[in-house]
Structure formats: structure tokens, C-alpha cells
């Protein structure tokens, strides 16, 4: 790093709470209107294609997991009023306005996070850039159920896929990649939940344990599949694939808040608060929300105190090329999907431009909404996917909308529950009690 701590503190003030691990709220002054953005590496038709990608594999979804069959294959969550929840962030504290969803990615089939938009989703383009590339396929019109039987999966089981991960991305393609037939390499995070290690062996992935963080994790990991034939890495720190994977999932949430008679315009702003690891979910749901709702989504990430790795890559401006460890942080945080040093180069440097701000969240936090989110609307969510249960309030109690003229009472805010219906039933009670006693 050529500048020095304390050089970066007197260029970026707000460093120094960071680095005291004091929850800030931070607004992204490289925010541009829809008029005057760049030009990105992707576009809206890029985000439609992938959502083609989905259909085509809708028949394979059927068969290969026949709790999609009531979806028809599709990979979909709800989106829920939390009013409940709502009202008792009102009594407790600093009121809210408006109206506030939970976008419910935590109970997303198969994998159970959020990550079931883009792991899958970079493992099915894959399979089908394979199909056709070796003549299994003719093309995209036959119907995909044949990624399904045992011809394909014994193609698949000639190629290896690899994947770093602090826990739900490396679930997402350990699950979906072994039912197509590859073989699975998992590198894990010291992050990584064992539950979540056990689970991937069960479904017969590898899982290669290292005591260091995410970025030793996924430097391994490259290096390792550079020396496996027939092996396909990915890249959670710069994949447009992934990325692509999950813009879908605003294409998806428009029709909802349609269907549900939701308006956004601009009287009736969009919010949405969006935990943050690498910058890769987030980045692309905000993509893609941006693509739809221009000025008038306004959508906020968050981070724990001991990993803002996109919110130092901001403010510094060193993007991709500074960790939380080069400003003196641990890296160390309850929130194994949040626990990330390093943020993604490519979802980084597209997300500099359309993201409102970043806000982080203490871990006890986390445990404490959980309780509560629990004993008001009877919602289960792992301790990373609380952490936009704060983002109303946190951005109320500022000049945000003031400052960009948004009528509060007709907002509408979404907070993006990221994973936990696989958390199995002893870490769900471990996790309330927690949060209970944080009360």
C-alpha cells in the first residue's frame, strides 16, 4: 500500500471509525444519475439472456429436484410484509416510515441462500457451453431435461469444478454441481460453518479447509485448478457470470412488487438493503434494479464492522487493490457470508457508480434482530442475512431523503434476507438464544 494509515485517514476521515470497528453510514459520492452513467461491460439485454438461461433449465430443475416441481422448475423466492417487525423497530427506536418487505432468498429451493441465483446460475452456463461444445447438445430448443440423465452426468463427471467460498457460494455449487454429475472442489474460509462443510461432503463434494481467510482461500483454489484437467474455476472475485446470475433476481422482484400493486417512481422511491460479502450478489441485484428503476431505487449495502471490504475499496478508491487487513482489521465476524477481506474487482467497480451508500453492522446486532425478526413474524434467518433489518432506520436517521427531495411515506423498502433454511435445528436455537440474551 504507498499510502500510509494515517495518509488515508486525513484524505477519508470516516476511516478512522472503520478502523475503530464503530458502525458508520457512508454515502457514495460517485453516485450517478441513470443519464450519466458509463458504459458498463453488460447491459439489460445481458441480465434478459440470463433469465433465458433459467427457462431453458427449468425441465432439468424438475426432475433433478422435484421440490421445484410446484414452481415448475423455477428458482424463486416470496416477497413478505414484515409490518410486525416494522412496528416494533417504531416502539423500540427511531421510527420508519413507509412500508417494509423482507425479499425472501433465504428459502430460495436447493440451496437455501441467495446463492442459488448466482453459483447456480455460473454452473448451469457452464454445463450448457459444455453440452454444446462436445455435441451432447444440438441446441438451446431441445428440451433440458436431458441434463439429467446418466449420459450427461457421466460427460459432467470427466470435469471438475472448483470454488472458494466462506460457506453458502460453495453450498450452491457443491449441491447443483454434483447432481449434474462434475466433480466438486470446495476451499473454505476458517469462516466456514462446519454444518455447512459436513453438508457438502454428504453430497459428495471435496472440501479443502485452510485456517486463513477468504483470500487465501481463493488464491489456493485458483492455483489448484490450474493443475486439474478438464477444471473450470469460480471466481467469486471477478466473475461476470456470477454477477449476471444474480441480476436476475431484480428482474424477478419487479414483477412482484407489480403484482403486489407496489409503485415506484418517483413519489414512491424504492429502497433496498442489501448484505455484502464480496460485492457480487449485491452488486448484481443492484445492476439490474438499476436497469429497471433507474433514480428511483436507491439501494444500500451492508457490511460488518470487521470485514467492509467494498466500503474501503470506495472510499479509498483502491477498489479491489486494498483488504480490511491492510487497515489494521481482523476480518473476523460471526457473518461467515459477510467475511470477506477483499472485495470483487469486477462487481466493485460497476457497483461505484449506482449504489446510494454502504452502512455497517456490529455481529451482536445480527444475533439480536434474528431474535426479533423470530418472535415477531416467525422468520428464520442466519446471522449474515439480518443485516439490512437496520437499513430503514439507519437511513432515517440521516439526511438522505431530505437531501434528495423522496417522500418518506410513500417509500417502500426491501431488505434482502440472503440465506438460512439449511441452517440445521441446533444453530437455529444457538443462534435465538443469543440474540435473546443481546436484548
Given at each position: 500500500m504507498k499510502e500510509t494509515i494515517k495518509e488515508l485517514i486525513t484524505k477519508?476521515?470516516?476511516?478512522?471509525?472503520?478502523?475503530?470497528?464503530?458502525?458508520?453510514?457512508?454515502?457514495n459520492p460517485d453516485l450517478k444519475f441513470k443519464s450519466d452513467l458509463p458504459a458498463f461491460s453488460l447491459n439489460f439485454e445481458d441480465c434478459l439472456k440470463a433469465e433465458e438461461l433459467w427457462k431453458r433449465f427449468a425441465p432439468f430443475f424438475k426432475i433433478a429436484f422435484p421440490e421445484t416441481t410446484s414452481t415448475n422448475g423455477f428458482i424463486e423466492s416470496p416477497l413478505l410484509s414484515i409490518s410486525q417487525f416494522q412496528e416494533h423497530l417504531n416502539r423500540s427506536s427511531f421510527p420508519t416510515y413507509g412500508k417494509m418487505f423482507l425479499k425472501c432468498d433465504h428459502t430460495l429451493p436447493i440451496a437455501g441462500s441467495i446463492k442459488?441465483?448466482?453459483?447456480?446460475?455460473?454452473?448451469?452456463?457452464y454445463a450448457e457451453k459444455l453440452a454444446l461444445k462436445h455435441n451432447l447438445l444440438r441446441n438451446k430448443g431441445?428440451?433440458?431435461?436431458?441434463?439429467?440423465?446418466?449420459?450427461?452426468?457421466?460427460?459432467?463427471?470427466?470435469?471438475?469444478?472448483?470454488?472458494?467460498?466462506?460457506?453458502?457460494?460453495g453450498l450452491s455449487i457443491g449441491i447443483l454441481g454434483t447432481q449434474l454429475g462434475f466433480k466438486v472442489k470446495v476451499y473454505v474460509s476458517r469462516d466456514a460453518k462446519q454444518w455447512k462443510k459436513d453438508l457438502l461432503r454428504e453430497k459428495g463434494a471435496e472440501v479443502i479447509e485452510f485456517k486463513g481467510d477468504f483470500s487465501v482461500a481463493i488464491q489456493a483454489g485458483r492455483n489448484a485448478t490450474l493443475n486439474i484437467p478438464n477444471a473450470y474455476f469460480i471466481d467469486d472475485e471477478d466473475s461476470k457470470a456470477l454477477f449476471l446470475g444474480y441480476t436476475v433476481g431484480a428482474?424477478?422482484?419487479?414483477?412482484?412488487?407489480?403484482?403486489?400493486?407496489?409503485?415506484?417512481?418517483?413519489a414512491h422511491p424504492l429502497?433496498?438493503?442489501l448484505p455484502c460479502g464480496v460485492g457480487g450478489s449485491p452488486g448484481g441485484i443492484t445492476f439490474g434494479l438499476k436497469q429497471i428503476f433507474g433514480d428511483h431505487v436507491h439501494c444500500f449495502f451492508v457490511e460488518p464492522t470487521h470485514s467492509p471490504s467494498v466500503l474501503i475499496g470506495l472510499i479509498t478508491g483502491k477498489m479491489s487493490n486494498i483488504s480490511v487487513q491492510e487497515i489494521g482489521l481482523d476480518n473476523n465476524t460471526e457473518?461467515?457470508?459477510?467475511?470477506?477481506?477483499?472485495?470483487s474487482k469486477f462487481a466493485t467497480e460497476i457497483s461505484k457508480h449506482l449504489i446510494s451508500g454502504i452502512y455497517t453492522i456490529k455481529d451482536n446486532d445480527l444475533f439480536k434482530y434474528l431474535s426479533i425478526l423470530q418472535d415477531t413474524e416467525q422468520i428464520f434467518l442466519e446471522p449474515s442475512a439480518t443485516a439490512g433489518l437496520l437499513g430503514p432506520q439507519k437511513i432515517f436517521k440521516t439526511s438522505y431523503l431530505s437531501n434528495h427531495t423522496?417522500?418518506?411515506?410513500?417509500?417502500?423498502?426491501?431488505?434482502?434476507?440472503?440465506?438460512?433454511?439449511?441452517?440445521p435445528e441446533k444453530q437455529r436455537e444457538e443462534f435465538y438464544k443469543k440474540g435473546k440474551r443481546l436484548k
Open positions: 477519508h476521515p470516516i476511516l478512522q471509525d472503520i478502523i475503530n470497528m464503530d458502525p458508520v453510514v457512508w454515502f442459488a441465483r448466482g453459483g447456480f446460475y455460473e454452473v448451469l452456463e431441445v428440451p433440458y431435461s436431458i441434463f439429467s440423465s446418466d449420459s450427461f452426468k457421466a460427460f459432467f463427471n470427466q470435469h471438475t469444478l472448483g470454488v472458494a467460498s466462506t460457506g453458502n457460494l428482474i424477478r422482484i419487479a414483477k412482484q412488487l407489480k403484482l403486489k400493486n407496489i409503485i415506484v417512481g418517483e429502497f433496498v438493503y457473518a461467515d457470508g459477510l467475511a470477506v477481506g477483499r472485495a423522496l417522500h418518506k411515506d410513500n417509500s417502500t423498502h426491501i431488505v434482502w434476507a440472503t440465506g438460512g433454511d439449511l441452517v
